[in-house]
Structure formats: structure tokens, C-alpha cells
């Protein structure tokens, strides 16, 4: 990414950052905007999840399961936008949907709250131009300043170019999760654990 992003980041009520925009460029020089969902977003995110369902072999789902219907997917923005601390950013390019990043809870209980887990996926077309990056790092300073003591992920083992920027920004690989995965044509697929530690 180019330049400096401009932020317009408030507090609501309670202590969850509300992400209004964040103006950054990728590496082609277009702007991008970065916002928290809202609930008109709703149809662009199913959409998004089957597409992307169908793009890619490193995501969980297949496109046929994905049946979420607009209200079911409104009322998870919805609760989202309302929790303490957990974030839905939104990825745009010329108002287009490009791309989300999650921060969610890794669980209720006491023993849990200083864990969080982060899920990202782009358009194929929009991958490896910076955005990810831009996201991600958004999501982990919201993370860090709303109390998260570690953020986790999970990644397909042979996904060499998502494990390579998890990387740089301080994940590191802590276990394998032997065929985490199993396709349609019978073949499996590993998994790896990764952390990083938010006060680094």
C-alpha cells in the first residue's frame, strides 16, 4: 500500500470500534475504502460468499452451501455492529465490494476473552495488491485496543502466499491440523494453526 490512510474511526456506546472509513491505495494507486458493514450490505455479502466459495479451494464451503437468506445475513451484520468486540470490515473500490475481514470472539467464556480469531477473503482479482494487508492490519490494531491479548487464524497448509503475509505481519505457525478438509474428488487438505501475540 501507497501512501497514508485517511481514518474516520469512532467509539459507539460501549467500547467497539465503529470503522466509518479508512481511505488507503492499493499497489495499482487506486483508492480504497474500508468500513465496518451495515445491513444494506447484505445481498453484495452472499454474493461475495459464493463467488468466493467458488474461486478458490481455500475456503471451508462449497458454493451449494451457502443458502443464507438476506434476512439471515442482515440480522449477522446486525449483531455484529452491536457487540463489544467483534468487527465486520468491508473492503470497496468505486462503491464495489471487493473483500471482508472478520474479528471475531474466539468464545464467551472468561477463560477466552483474550483470544480473538481473523478470517479475510478478496475477489480473486482484487488478491495480492495490498488490500488484504491494509485489512488485516486494521483488524489487528482494533483488536489490540479493544483488550485482545492474541489473534488466531486457521489456513490451508498449501496456501503459500496467504501464510507468507501472515507472516510478515507476526502470525507464526503453532500446529497442523491433518486433513482438516476432504474435497469432492476424495483429496484432502491440511491445516495449520497460527498466532500472534498483540502486544508485540
Known amino acids: 500500500m501507497t501512501g497514508t490512510p485517511k481514518s474516520e474511526i469512532s467509539m459507539k456506546e460501549k467500547t467497539i470500534m465503529y470503522i466509518n472509513t479508512i481511505i488507503v491505495r492499493d499497489k495499482r494507486e487506486r483508492e480504497v475504502t474500508l468500513r465496518s458493514a451495515e445491513e444494506n450490505d447484505a445481498k453484495n455479502l452472499i454474493d461475495y460468499l459464493k463467488i468466493t466459495a467458488a474461486e478458490t479451494t481455500f475456503l471451508i464451503r462449497e458454493p451449494d452451501e451457502i443458502t ?20 465486520l470490515l468491508i473492503a470497496e473500490i468505486d462503491g464495489k465490494h471487493i473483500g471482508n475481514c472478520s474479528l471475531m470472539s474466539a468464545g464467551g467464556y472468561k477463560r477466552y ?30 483488536a489490540k485496543k479493544i483488550g485482545y491479548e492474541q489473534a488466531e487464524l486457521e ?32 483429496s484432502y487438505a491440511n491445516t495449520y494453526w497460527m498466532m500472534k501475540k498483540l502486544d508485540i
Do not use: W
Not at 443464507?68 to 468487527?87: D, G, T, V, W, Y
Not at 495490498?130 to 486494521?138: R, S, Y
Open 113 to 142: 476473552r483474550h483470544r480473538c480469531d481473523i478470517a479475510i477473503a478478496l475477489y480473486k482479482e482484487y488478491c495480492d495488491l495490498g488490500i488484504g494487508k491494509a485489512m488485516l492490519k486494521t483488524v489487528l490494531d482494533i
Open 155 to 186: 489456513v490451508i497448509a498449501n496456501n503459500k502466499l496467504a501464510i507468507a503475509l501472515y507472516e510478515k505481519l507476526g502470525f507464526k505457525i503453532y500446529g497442523t491440523f491433518p486433513n482438516n478438509m476432504k474435497y469432492a474428488d476424495g
Open 68 to 87: 443464507l437468506s438476506i434476512e439471515q445475513e442482515q440480522a449477522f451484520i446486525k449483531a455484529r455492529k452491536n457487540s463489544e468486540n467483534e468487527l
